[in-house]
């Protein structure tokens, strides 16, 4: 006779969770923590520039989603939310400050990489680092649809949601991140006040990527 076949535990949805974090259930609570908080820190230091900032942020928003615990929807994520409790911690940081100029983790690979043709390693390297100043740079709202749509890999419309707004809202602010991107990679001295072929090939394609012409279906 064959043996049963043993079948693990279905994992709970976060609404589940939610359930279960509002009658008090600190186990619960860390799973949500465990599940969510690459995403929350990812986006909060690709808008601080500062990994003890970012930390800071995140166990903050989650510390804010435990005491409103019995007020959160239940029948979605809370991922929305939290996303949004992030970005306001940062940007109530950010009027204090100006943002870092550390490196942003992978936000620059991302654009760069966008570029169809292979470049030299020492221009590549020389390119990241002017995206990374550019996008350190940009106002706030700027760079959190930026870390959403390049970072993260969302698609606009999951951008959009996310962060509460408008796909057109978030099409606008993508079209003036990469406008003033494309102004800060002119400018810089260091390809002798030009794009040089990889810098051109970066911004035309990141643009026409987010006006839609390519990856239409993202």
């Given at each position: ?42 986006t909060a230091l690709g808008l601080l520039g500062d990994p003890q900032a970012a930390e800071e942020v995140l166990q ?159």
């Open positions: 006779m064959e043996a049963a076949r043993r079948v693990g535990p279905t994992r709970p949805t976060d609404a589940e969770l939610v359930e279960r974090i509002a009658t008090d259930d600190p186990v619960a609570f860390e799973e949500l923590f465990d599940r969510h908080r690459a995403f929350v820190y990812r903050d928003a989650f510390a804010r989603a435990w005491q409103r615990r019995r007020l959160l929807r239940r029948d979605v994520s809370p991922l929305p939310w939290l996303h949004r409790v992030a970005l306001n911690l940062c940007y109530s940081r950010l009027a204090r400050r100006p943002p870092s100029a550390a490196p942003i983790e992978g936000l620059d690979e991302h654009l760069v990489a966008a570029g169809a043709e292979p470049v030299e390693a020492t221009e590549r390297a020389e390119l990241q680092q002017l995206v990374r100043e550019g996008i350190a740079a940009l106002p706030p709202k700027q760079r959190s649809v930026v870390v959403c749509y390049y970072l993260h890999g969302l698609s606009l419309a999951e951008t959009a949601e996310l962060l509460g707004l408008r796909l057109g809202t978030v099409k606008s602010r993508l079209h003036y991140a990469l406008a003033a991107l494309r102004d800060w990679l002119e400018a810089d001295r260091r390809f002798g006040g030009a794009l040089g072929e990889a810098g051109a090939v970066l911004v035309e394609v990141v643009a026409r990527r987010a006006a839609g012409t390519e990856g239409a279906a993202r």
